[in-house]
């Protein structure tokens, strides 16, 4: 409640004057009315003085000159005192290292783009002749963000047009799909990832909200059909044990696991992402499709053939045929037609290896190549 009124004078304050005098300002209000002191200003790790001891001054100066704000440093080397590889001499100066993360092959370009950052932006952006961009100050609100939400106090979008207010429960998706649903900006090949998780799409991960399968018997202990799961589950870092969240990655675009998308021998490894949450076993046994291991095994074929590990707006169980392999079949079809658990008809073509497979319904049996499969 008081802290809520005090952001209101702050808004105000703000304003009126520039930064420098602002923070200068704010800080001896704050001190002198007792709020600097980690509990009462907010629960967040950076304003937390058994983990930053120098308080407000591990990032402000007392008296203003270099940088905005009065920070004690640029704002974009700001944080790499304390989270890049090589710590600095203050007080206090730890944290996880995220400067090594965003230097590996798939990245978020913070270190390149950063800068085009603007406060009080607009995002989506609705230009595309505007720069795209992203900066730790996107995802993260340093005064606000806390080790049980790393995203509390960003502002978010729930796609076509919603924003959402900044809030202790900020949610992440929302903050991703600032960037990743209809941005005017958006690169040419990705895609508009809040309409993947549309939950009014046939299927999707339970991210949103909890997924429309009763029935999937893969899931590991650690999940079950009630669970719902994070973008960050999937995108982070691919050091064991290192800094959680979608910084960078040896595995694009930006994966915890390794994921092949290409016709491939099977291994433990070459799904590494999927089987970290669906048992390899139960999969290869066919406990749900019943051609799974022909498929993936006998064939080689990427899960991404037939699945889109976001979601499909076509069908059921995240189905959705990846057109670089798969065509209409001889009789002009493409479609996923389901009747019996585990047998569905696929009416396609798929392209393997320069072989066709030529997937028909002929007088009601299912046949493959014009070999029909009476039990399916
Ligand atoms: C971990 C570094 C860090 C710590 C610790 C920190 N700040 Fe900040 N502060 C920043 C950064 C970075 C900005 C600029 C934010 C932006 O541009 O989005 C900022 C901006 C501000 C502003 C400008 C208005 C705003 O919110 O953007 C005020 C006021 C402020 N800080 C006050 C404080 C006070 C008071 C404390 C101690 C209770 C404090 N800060 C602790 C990093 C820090
Ligand atoms: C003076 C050192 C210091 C500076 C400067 C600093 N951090 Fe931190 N940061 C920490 C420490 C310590 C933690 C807590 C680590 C822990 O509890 O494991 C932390 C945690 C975090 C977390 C995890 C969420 C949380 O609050 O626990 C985020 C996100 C984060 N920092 C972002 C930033 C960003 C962005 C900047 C630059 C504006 C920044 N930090 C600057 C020391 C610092
Ligand atoms: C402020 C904008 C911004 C926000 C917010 C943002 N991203 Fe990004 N993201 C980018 C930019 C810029 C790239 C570089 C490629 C591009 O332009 O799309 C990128 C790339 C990625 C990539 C790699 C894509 C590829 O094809 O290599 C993934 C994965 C990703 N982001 C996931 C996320 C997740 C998860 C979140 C939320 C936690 C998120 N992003 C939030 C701007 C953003
Ligand atoms: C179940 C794991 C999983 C989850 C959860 C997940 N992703 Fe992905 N994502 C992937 C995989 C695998 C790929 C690469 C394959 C592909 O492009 O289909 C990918 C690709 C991407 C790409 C690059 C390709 C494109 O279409 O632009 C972006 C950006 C991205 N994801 C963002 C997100 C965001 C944002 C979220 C959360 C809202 C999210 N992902 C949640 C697994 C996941
Ligand atoms: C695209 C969005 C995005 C950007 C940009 C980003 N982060 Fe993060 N970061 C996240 C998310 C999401 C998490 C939390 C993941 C989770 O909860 O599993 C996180 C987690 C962290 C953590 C906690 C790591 C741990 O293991 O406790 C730190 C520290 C951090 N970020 C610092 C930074 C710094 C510093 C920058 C800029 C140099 C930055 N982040 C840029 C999204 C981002
Ligand atoms: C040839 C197409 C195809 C390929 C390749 C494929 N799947 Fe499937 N998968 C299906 C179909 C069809 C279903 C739905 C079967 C039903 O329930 O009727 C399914 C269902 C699933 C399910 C939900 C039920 C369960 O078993 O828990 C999971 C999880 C799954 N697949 C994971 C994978 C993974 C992981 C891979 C790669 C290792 C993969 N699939 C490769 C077609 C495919
Ligand atoms: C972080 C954990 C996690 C990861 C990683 C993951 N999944 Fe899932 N997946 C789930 C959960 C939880 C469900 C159950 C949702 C439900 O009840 O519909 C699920 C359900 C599914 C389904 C069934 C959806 C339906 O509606 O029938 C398929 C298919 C699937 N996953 C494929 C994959 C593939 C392919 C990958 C690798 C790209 C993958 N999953 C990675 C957690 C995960």
């Not at 606000?144 to 047009?161: D, L, P, Q």
């Not at 799409?201 to 799961?229: A, C, M, Q, W």
């Amino acid at each position: 409640m008081e802290i809520s009124l005090m952001n209101q004078g702050m808004y105000f304050i703000q304003r009126m004057l520039s930064p420098r005098v602002l923070v200068a300002l704010s800080i001896v209000v704050m001190v002198f009315m007792g709020y600097a002191r980690a509990d009462a200003f907010s629960k967040g790790s950076h304003l937390d003085r058994s983990k930053l001891p120098l308080g407000c001054s591990s990032c402000h100066k007392g008296h203003g000159e270099s940088g905005t704000m009065m920070l004690q440093a640029k704002k974009g080397d700001l944080c790499f005192g304390c989270h890049g590889p090589v710590k600095g001499k203050r007080k206090g100066q730890v944290g996880p290292d995220i400067y090594s993360e965003l230097s590996k092959q798939s990245r978020h370009p913070v270190i390149e783009t950063s800068h085009y950052h603007v406060n009080g932006e607009e995002l989506p952006e609705r230009s595309s002749a505007v720069p795209r961009h992203v900066a730790c100050f996107d995802c993260h609100n340093v005064h606000r963000s806390t080790k049980e939400n790393k995203v509390s106090g960003v502002r978010g979008y729930t796609g076509k047009g919603h924003k959402t207010r900044a809030s202790d429960q900020s949610k992440e998706y929302e903050v991703c799909y600032l960037c990743h649903s209809d941005s005017a900006n958006a690169p040419p090949e990705s895609s508009d990832i809040s309409e993947e998780f549309n939950i009014r799409n046939p299927s999707f991960h339970p991210l949103e909200t909890v997924g429309k399968n009763k029935n999937v018997p893969s899931l590991l202990r650690d999940y079950n059909t009630s669970s719902r799961i994070t973008c960050s589950d999937c995108h982070g870092s691919d050091t064991s044990f290192g800094p959680q969240g979608p910084h960078g990655s040896n595995y694009p675009p930006i994966l915890k696991y390794r994921y092949e998308m290409r016709f491939e021998a099977e291994s433990p490894l070459t799904y590494e992402l999927c089987y970290s949450c669906h048992d390899r076993t139960s999969i290869l046994n066919d406990e749900s499709f019943k051609s799974h291991k022909s498929h993936v095994v006998y064939s080689d074929s990427p899960c991404s053939a037939c699945h889109d590990s976001h979601g499909s707006a076509l069908y059921t169980h995240l189905i959705h045929f990846d057109d670089q392999y798969v065509f209409p079949n001889a009789n002009g079809e493409l479609a996923y037609i389901t009747m019996m658990p585990g047998r569905p008809k696929c009416l396609l073509s798929c392209h393997v290896k320069g072989i066709s497979f030529d997937h028909t319904v002929d007088s009601g049996s299912y046949c493959i190549n014009g070999n029909c499969l009476p039990a399916w």
